[in-house]
């Protein structure tokens, strides 16, 4: 079964707003196995509304549209959604009375122009407002097309409650179940290399990935009758996977800074860090997760070459010998880290954020290191891009030099 | 000129990731005054790739694609683009020599497969890389078409340096000049009542806003046959806005931080930061804008109980009797910030960000502290939301603490 959404709102195209319905839509229909192929925004025009509604029911059984169902004389979803289907606009009483009840809930007066959104195409079948704003859906022969307001937290609702029960009704459901491969520390072409014949290889399930800031996140998805058929797919490749990626995958599940999290944990460790270029990034992703507080001690973020000494203990003739951008620096600081916070692992990284070089080294020069147990190991890394580029880069470079000394 | 935006991409129908980029090349078209009338989001799928681009063709003058040129077998947009234009793909001798420079500075061997990377539709324009992928666009009698990588980064600096450049050059443009006037401290509703008549009234230069984390941006836009006259219409109304939104304007240039950088910088003041919920973002935010290492001397994030004492010289005994998230606790930190950076300026953030409640305190309480001069004040805030949310409120609520003191 195939589906499409469309989103209405001037906001998105003139940049205001970001379109997180279309995402959020799209990930609930891949939980019942419904493929998404397209998503369409168009601003709150009737003539353009139901041109990208008429191309969509003429391509996809179902359609799912959000926003333009609010009170005001620009939301008129409802009206391009009657023309496009022939059909009247019917004022519903029942709607009119739940609406009535919102507000008085609130303690506030409805005010008129509120009614219009009990107006629904003739056959609708209304689904309940999470906020002021009913959605409802209209089953023909042909397509089943779902009408929901475009506030998040109300679409959001209405999906859980009436969208996806209505589509496992009207087309069954198979499973499709994802498992998602961290991969950090070798590169997206280098990645590509070694599993490359795999991904071409396979239809079901199929491999996907997804590149940045020096992480790769291979995802495998498979489609079965239902879960357990779907992992008994799944599971011959992700093996074969890990094994041809070998160290460079993280185990755990979540962000890569919550895999961290974990195997600190597991293990008893703590972490403290010491950073420079990044100004606290290493700190903030490490205290993302609820529960970092059990083995996250804290960060220095010494931006200042005199807080490198006089905060973390770096002697100053070593920056002053060596440079602020360095190996020894970067060693020092690690070190610095686990002492000044008393944990079991330090980490620390430095370097040229940019856009000028600094002390003759290009902007993207770091160097990231780690302490643990008497023992500190130094990593050089030269990253491409702009400021946050580079630091996001740092980050993750950093923690896997962490990762990788705690699981060695 | 009317133009659209296609984004290439499976991984956003599958809900994956959010399309992020539809939004920021909206964002830079509305600011030279091109409209855009439509997104579309397709995937990795020859056939329905080309159907997008020939309709966005038929529709529009100028067409901006993102996605799907990296090196993988997946990435086939040059493949359509070619197809869609009819025109064979060539390789550019020239970029593959910027290609194998890319590689060569990372130090890495270039995989064979990103040569694809350099094969481009005949009569096409490249734009250098920012990371590995070139851009290019292709102008015909009725089209201008731009094609860009799908990653952030590198599609916002070809849109800067090459896209924008270009769109001016073809179809004109009449100058839109808007102007940003940043509001921090008094909140989206308070801003609304104190202007909301002057919003109500203006169509030439129009009024907006955008709130978030604690911040209120009111932008005023206005056309004009050039950039002079488009100024003269903003002037007077941005003058009015100020006098009545009051000292809760932020004076200057760009982000909340950048403006509060430069303040510092103009009056000879440096800052360091004692934070605990927000785990290092204060110290991120103010690492953020190039030349931050003037007046931003370092920042500790002290997430456990025993670094407050050991690192920042916060009394334990202060710590036991008020706690670790109290007004003692935020005065003691931002003059131990003070204190251990050297800085005139010390700032602090210590809160419950989360989900769970603290020593009793409702997740979103947060204090933040901040001494300067031998006076300390600290400021009690209740904010709603997850945890991300929380602690960008907290960032925010500590840089004005801090900018309001210097700036009285």
Same mark, same amino acid.
């Given at each position: 079964?195939?589906?499409? @959404?469309?989103?209405?709102?001037?906001?998105?195209?003139?940049?205001?707003?970001? !379109?997180?319905?279309?995402?959020?839509?799209?990930?609930?229909?891949?939980? @019942?196995?419904?493929?998404?192929?397209?998503?369409?925004?168009?601003?709150? !025009?009737?003539?353009?509304? /139901?041109?990208?509604?008429?191309? &969509?029911?003429?391509?996809?059984?179902?359609?799912?549209?959000?926003? +333009?169902?609010?009170?005001?004389?620009?939301?008129?979803?409802?009206?391009?959604?009657?023309?496009?289907?022939?059909?009247?606009?019917?004022?519903?009483?029942?709607?009119?009375?739940?609406?009535? +009840?919102?507000?008085?809930?609130?303690?506030?007066?409805?005010? #008129?122009?509120? %009614?219009? /959104?009990?107006?629904?195409?003739?056959?609708?079948?209304?689904?309940?407002? /999470?906020?002021? &704003?009913?959605?409802?859906?209209?089953?023909?022969?042909?397509?089943?097309?779902?009408?929901?307001? $475009?506030?998040?937290?109300?679409?959001?609702?209405?999906?859980?409650?009436?969208?996806?029960?209505?589509?496992?009704?009207?087309?069954?459901?198979?499973?499709?179940?994802?498992?998602?491969? %961290?991969?950090?520390?070798?590169?997206?072409?280098?990645?590509?290399?070694?599993?490359?014949?795999?991904?071409?290889?396979?239809? !079901?399930?199929?491999? &996907?990935?997804?590149?940045?800031?020096?992480?790769?996140?291979?995802?495998?998805?498979?489609? *079965?009758?239902? #879960?357990?058929?779907?992992?008994?797919? @799944?599971?011959?490749?992700?093996?074969?996977?890990?094994?041809? %990626?070998?160290?460079?995958?993280?185990?755990?599940? $979540?962000?890569?800074?919550?895999?961290?999290? *974990?195997?600190?944990?597991?293990?008893?460790?703590?972490?403290?860090?010491? #950073?420079?270029?990044? +100004?606290?990034?290493?700190? &903030?992703?490490?205290?993302?997760?609820?529960?970092? =507080?059990?083995?996250?001690?804290?960060?220095?973020?010494?931006?200042?070459?005199? =807080?490198?000494? *006089?905060?973390?203990?770096?002697?100053?003739?070593?920056?002053?010998?060596?440079?602020?951008?360095?190996?020894?620096?970067?060693?020092?600081?690690?070190?610095?880290?686990?002492?000044?916070?008393?944990?079991?692992?330090?980490? =620390?990284?430095?370097?040229?954020?940019?856009?000028?070089?600094?002390?003759?080294?290009?902007?993207?020069?770091?160097?990231?290191?780690?302490?643990?147990?008497?023992?500190?190991?130094?990593?050089?890394?030269?990253?491409?891009?702009?400021?946050?580029?580079?630091?996001?880069?740092?980050?993750?470079?950093?923690?896997?030099?962490?990762?990788?000394?705690?699981?060695?």
């Amino acid at each position: 079964m195939s589906a499409e @959404i469309v989103c209405v709102g001037t906001e998105m195209l003139l940049g205001q707003i970001t !379109n997180t319905n279309a995402r959020d839509l799209s990930e609930s229909l891949a939980s @019942i196995g419904v493929d998404v192929y397209r998503h369409t925004v168009v601003g709150d !025009n009737p003539k353009r509304i /139901q041109q990208a509604l008429r191309d &969509a029911l003429a391509r996809s059984e179902a359609v799912l549209v959000t926003g +333009g169902l609010g009170p005001t004389p620009d939301d008129i979803t409802s009206e391009a959604v009657a023309a496009v289907l022939g059909r009247r606009l019917v004022r519903d009483e029942r709607l009119v009375r739940v609406i009535r +009840g919102v507000f008085e809930d609130l303690g506030r007066a409805m005010p #008129e122009t509120n %009614l219009k /959104q009990a107006d629904l195409p003739e056959g609708a079948v209304p689904i309940e407002p /999470q906020g002021t &704003a009913p959605g409802y859906y209209i089953e023909t022969n042909e397509n089943a097309i779902f009408v929901l307001p $475009g506030v998040p937290w109300e679409m959001k609702g209405m999906m859980d409650k009436a969208v996806l029960p209505a589509l496992v009704r009207r087309f069954g459901a198979a499973a499709t179940v994802s498992h998602e491969v %961290l991969v950090v520390g070798l590169g997206e072409s280098l990645t590509h290399q070694r599993i490359s014949d795999l991904v071409e290889a396979q239809s !079901n399930p199929t491999i &996907a990935y997804l590149a940045g800031r020096g992480q790769v996140r291979v995802r495998i998805t498979a489609k *079965a009758p239902d #879960e357990d058929a779907a992992r008994a797919l @799944i599971d011959p490749v992700e093996k074969e996977l890990r094994a041809r %990626l070998g160290d460079a995958v993280v185990p755990g599940e $979540g962000s890569f800074a919550a895999r961290f999290g *974990a195997m600190l944990e597991e293990r008893g460790e703590t972490v403290g860090v010491a #950073e420079s270029l990044t +100004g606290g990034l290493i700190g &903030a992703e490490l205290a993302e997760a609820p529960g970092a =507080s059990s083995y996250f001690k804290g960060a220095v973020v010494c931006y200042s070459t005199e =807080s490198k000494a *006089a905060v973390v203990g770096v002697p100053e003739d070593l920056l002053h010998r060596h440079g602020p951008v360095s190996r020894a620096a970067a060693a020092a600081l690690a070190e610095g880290a686990a002492r000044v916070f008393g944990a079991t692992l330090g980490l =620390s990284a430095t370097g040229v954020a940019g856009p000028k070089p600094q002390d003759e080294l290009d902007p993207g020069t770091i160097f990231v290191g780690a302490h643990r147990a008497g023992a500190t190991e130094v990593r050089r890394i030269g990253a491409r891009g702009d400021r946050t580029h580079i630091r996001s880069w740092a980050v993750t470079a950093a923690i896997d030099l962490g990762r990788r000394m705690i699981q060695e």
